[in-house]
């Protein structure tokens, strides 16, 4: 099973700042890495696929790079409806993981 | 607009059965693998099974291998969980998830709002 670590566990903002999230992948995933954010009572919704490709309607503040087994998402400027957990996800196999997720929080 | 609505879900008791539905509409439905994930209470995203578009192809997480089948009726455009020997871990929200391929093998681009499956005595 490939393993993918979330860093931080939590991160602490203030709306307008810069957020960059990490996920290190435990073997490499290639370019198979998307993100995806959960706020509360709600379902995840997919921001990026293949490391870079915002999904539609997702705005152009989101952004993702990364190779192999290093990967971050940054959001260029927070917005308050930013604040979410953020979850990335491998599909490099027939089994596909998560991170375990950051939380972040308003500061 | 794609949507998929989860039903089904509830209370059982530990070591029996249940099967959870997905209603899939505004998409092809067979063109598309599907998925099952799902989320226990305060924790993180588990990926259950996935299955192809024609449903001939089918995989599950070793932690519900063996008590869990994943199936779909391209007719009915339904998704289904059959779940058994269920057990006080496999309490979470099941989410119906669409993939990208109609191999099962993209990234998930849309969920259905969950259904709570909650296994207490």
């Known amino acids: 099973e490939i393993v993918l670590t979330q860093s931080p566990a939590t991160l602490s903002l203030s709306p307008g700042e810069r957020a960059t999230l990490s996920c290190r992948a435990s073997?490499?995933?290639?370019?198979?890495l998307a993100w995806y954010q959960q706020k509360p009572g709600q379902a995840p919704r997919l921001l990026i696929y293949?490391?870079?490709n915002r999904a539609t309607g997702i705005p152009a503040r989101f952004s993702g790079g990364g190779s192999g087994t290093d990967f971050t998402l940054t959001i260029s400027s927070l917005e308050p409806e930013d604040f979410a957990i953020y979850y990335c996800h491998q599909r490099s196999n027939w089994f596909p993981t998560f991170g375990q997720g950051t939380r972040l929080e308003i500061k | 607009e794609v949507h998929l609505v989860e039903s089904g879900g509830g209370l059982v008791q530990p070591g029996g059965s249940l099967r959870i539905s997905c209603s899939a509409s505004g998409f092809s439905f067979s063109s598309f693998g599907m998925h099952w994930v799902r989320q226990a209470p305060g924790k993180g995203l588990e990926h259950v099974s996935v299955?192809?578009?024609?449903?001939?192809?089918?995989y599950y997480a070793d932690s519900v291998k063996g008590r869990f089948i994943i199936s779909r009726d391209n007719l009915k455009n339904t998704l289904y969980l059959q779940m058994s020997s269920l057990r006080t871990e496999d309490t979470a929200v099941y989410y119906c998830v669409k993939d990208a391929f109609w191999t099962g093998r993209g990234w998930f681009d849309s969920w259905g709002q969950g259904t709570l499956v909650t296994v207490s005595s």
């Open positions: 293949d490391v870079f």
């Open positions: 073997q490499n995933v290639v370019s198979y």
């Open positions: 299955i192809g578009s024609n449903g001939d192809s089918t």
